[in-house]
């Protein structure tokens, strides 16, 4: 697994212990992520829909890697409530034509998100500035309007409400006290983002909820990004701020493009070329399934750098309107 290219920038970003604890080990790999286990409290675990986004080469399936059979009873759930909607014929799997996909997003209405954003900080360690968070929103309202390239989604975020919460032990283990601070923090309903910045460790950039956990457990309902992985931010190569769209578009339904690899419906997006691996890096191009098309290694959806993301495709804006319907309409 490769890390970071410098130890001392990861070094430099691990908190110090709060009093009388030790300081959180800087992990080498998603093996360090805790699981569904018990840790000893309530609080101590994660939502069983946490995902995260690495940054390193060594590319484990995470919780929102969803096996087939998991993929196939959610598909099947969100096609019978849609169906229900009178919004059947609500878009192509992997492997048919999504030709009317662009028509279809460019007839669909705007869908205006409002943010909470709650910075979980330890004194000036995660602290992030009033311009950083803005520079966040923005960078997400430019990559689902289309502003980098590729499709607009036709969605956009509006900050509501900043929160500043100063708590060594929250920011030093997120994950750890997840259960604790989100319904404390969590604001709005279904249709609100809760974005919470905080230190995160190992190699991980971010992790979400999908938006049909919402019934079960909205309070969890939401997304984790490193503060440092937002715009300007000293993780290299992962500091424009994409870490937040990509988590955002698990929030909002999608799949990462390599899921399923190369059988079955995949993403369940026509548009996005089946998929075998993660991306690592930016690389001129990769093709790693013997379905037509390369690997998308430009979509916010992939693994690659920030420098390398630049896309939606018109299919994955229809799913997303679709979900949206579904489940946070």
């Known amino acids: 697994m490769k890390l970071l290219a410098a130890a001392a920038l990861?070094?430099?970003?691990?908190?110090?212990?709060?009093?009388?604890?030790?300081?959180?080990?800087?992990?080498?790999?998603?093996?360090?992520?805790?699981?569904h286990e018990s840790r000893g409290d309530d609080c101590a675990r994660p939502p069983a829909s946490a995902e995260a986004r690495h940054r390193t080469d060594g590319h484990p399936r995470?919780?929102?890697?969803?096996?087939?059979a998991e993929a196939a009873a959610v598909e099947a759930r969100l096609n019978r409530i849609l169906d229900g909607l009178g919004q059947g014929g609500h878009g192509p799997g992997k492997g048919r034509h999504g030709a009317?996909?662009?028509?279809?997003?460019?007839?669909?209405?705007q869908i205006s998100i409002p943010v909470y954003f709650h910075v979980i900080h330890a004194g000036a360690k995660g602290n992030v500035s009033s311009a950083m968070i803005q520079r966040q929103i923005s960078t997400m309202n430019t990559s689902y309007g289309g502003g980098n390239g590729g499709a607009n989604a036709?969605?956009?975020?509006?900050l509501k409400a900043v929160s500043r919460t100063d708590?060594?032990?929250?920011?030093?283990?997120?994950?750890?006290?997840?259960?604790?601070?989100?319904?404390?923090?969590?604001?709005g309903d279904k249709s609100s983002l809760n974005l919470y910045s905080t230190y995160?460790?190992?190699?991980?950039?971010?992790?979400?909820t999908f938006p049909w956990k919402y019934k079960s457990e909205p309070q969890?309902?939401?997304?984790?990004?490193?503060y440092a992985s937002m715009p300007g931010g000293s993780i290299e190569n992962f500091n424009k701020g994409f870490s937040a769209t990509h988590e955002v578009g698990h929030w909002l339904g999608l799949y990462h493009t390599f899921q399923d690899g190369c059988s079955g419906e995949g993403d369940r997006v026509a548009d996005t070329p089946a998929e075998r691996d993660p991306t690592n890096g930016c690389p001129s191009s990769k093709d790693t399934c013997p379905t037509p098309g390369e690997d998308p290694v430009h979509n916010y959806m992939d693994y690659s750098y920030d420098t390398c993301m630049t896309s939606f495709t018109p299919g994955q804006g229809t799913r997303i309107h679709n979900v949206w319907t579904a489940y946070r309409a």
């Not at 990861?10 to 699981?35: D, E, H, I, K």
């Not at 995470?62 to 087939?68: N, Q, V």
């Open 200 to 208: 995160i460790g190992g190699d991980l950039l971010g992790w979400s």
């Open 10 to 35: 990861l070094a430099a970003l691990v908190p110090a212990a709060p009093f009388g604890q030790s300081a959180p080990s800087a992990s080498t790999g998603p093996s360090a992520r805790p699981g």
């Open 167 to 187: 708590n060594a032990a929250w920011f030093g283990d997120p994950e750890r006290y997840e259960g604790t601070y989100k319904p404390r923090l969590h604001k």
């Open 154 to 158: 036709r969605v956009s975020f509006t």
């Open 100 to 109: 009317s996909e662009s028509a279809s997003l460019r007839r669909a209405a």
């Open 62 to 68: 995470d919780r929102m890697d969803l096996s087939p």
């Open 220 to 226: 969890m309902d939401g997304v984790t990004i490193h």
